[in-house]
């Protein structure tokens, strides 16, 4: 598990400062790309582009729909626990891309896709400062913890419960970005 890999040793602070490098430079890419492809078309082709997807992810979500989502499904590389500082750095930042690891949501894609064609600037920087800080506030949460593997098995068991939550709380966030 992610958390104790960076726990073994390495400096999380380094691993979280490579997260938000990793997270705000997706996000820029994202809004420059999105910039260049939304620019010939009317408002209402971006928002279907985003609308269409984001119910369909939002199905799989809930368990409507069943398929796998994207996801780059690589374990920890065991330098992050053998370079002082630079190795969790550089995972923080492969972390931070969201092109790194196991998923067990679709909701980043959800805001990846708003933010290429919906996204300002500010939001979109916004968006990877939320991703980044989700993904720090887990592995915070888990060295926090006083017992690893409860919070390892806590994790596993109880993900899957709260999953729909946090897609229920997404709604009205992709709706309002897709309205406006």
Not at 154 to 174: G, Q, R, S, T
Request: charged share 10%.
């Amino acid at each position: 598990m992610l958390s104790s890999s960076v726990r073994r040793g390495s400096d999380i602070s380094g691993f979280i400062l490579g997260l938000f490098v990793g997270a705000m430079t997706t996000a820029f890419v994202f809004v420059l790309l999105g910039s260049l492809l939304r620019a010939p078309f009317p408002l209402p082709v971006p928002q279907i582009l985003v609308a269409v997807p984001a119910v369909i992810l939002l199905l799989q979500e809930f368990g409507v729909l069943r398929f796998p989502i994207l996801q780059n499904a690589r374990l920890v590389p065991q330098f992050v626990t053998n370079i002082p500082f630079w190795g969790p750095v550089q995972f923080g930042i492969e972390m931070g891309t969201g092109m790194r690891t196991y998923s067990p949501t679709a909701l980043p894609h959800i805001m990846a896709i708003s933010i290429v064609f919906l996204a300002s600037w500010q939001e979109a920087l916004l968006a990877g400062a939320g991703f980044a800080l989700g993904r720090a506030v887990m592995l915070l949460s888990f060295t926090a913890a006083r017992s690893k593997m409860a919070a390892d098995t806590a994790f596993y068991f109880d993900l899957p419960k709260i999953k729909p939550l946090f897609a229920v709380l997404a709604i009205p966030l992709v709706a309002l970005l897709v309205i406006s």
